[in-house]
């Protein structure tokens, strides 16, 4: 199914963060520097997820809030848990493989998650002033562009 163009910047970015939970499931199959991969993992955080989150919880969660509250809880939740993860692997460092294994799992499921069960909700909602609100706002924040780059 295509996605509305109001969700394709999320869309585009969910992808960022599959290449990433590829990435270290292969770094930890192969016992990589769990060092490094937490690293880069609090890197991507700073520079994708917590944009990305922020524009979700400001854009569709109040979507939900009125049409499926129990996906926006959901939502929300998913958010929160996936960055306690992430301050657990700078907070325990003797727990790095297993935080690093559970964030992937986390994430890939959740964008699955969004993908799968969010995004269409949002779709069969949301009228196309709002889904053309949403890939306007997405666009001003300058995390998300057109093209698929940030």
Do not use: W
């Not at 295509?2 to 930890?28: E, F, I, T």
């Not at 306007?136 to 998300?144: A, S």
């Amino acid at each position: 199914m295509k996605r509305s163009q109001g969700l394709q910047p999320l869309s585009q970015d969910h992808y960022k963060g599959l290449r990433l939970v590829a990435q270290l499931n292969k770094a930890l199959s192969e016992s990589k520097d769990l060092d490094s991969l937490a690293d880069t993992v609090v890197a991507f955080r700073e520079s994708h997820l917590r944009p990305h989150f922020q524009a979700e919880n400001e854009l569709l969660l109040p979507v939900l809030a009125k049409e499926d509250p129990a996906l926006g809880k959901r939502l929300a939740s998913e958010h929160v848990q996936i960055n306690a993860i992430v301050d657990n692997l700078q907070i325990f460092p003797e727990t790095r493989k297993e935080h690093l294994a559970a964030f992937c799992r986390l994430l890939r499921a959740h964008i699955r998650f969004e993908e799968r069960e969010v995004f269409p909700r949002i779709e069969q909602v949301a009228d196309k002033a709002t889904l053309q609100n949403i890939r306007k706002r997405l666009e001003d924040r300058n995390e998300f562009h057109p093209n698929g780059h940030s």
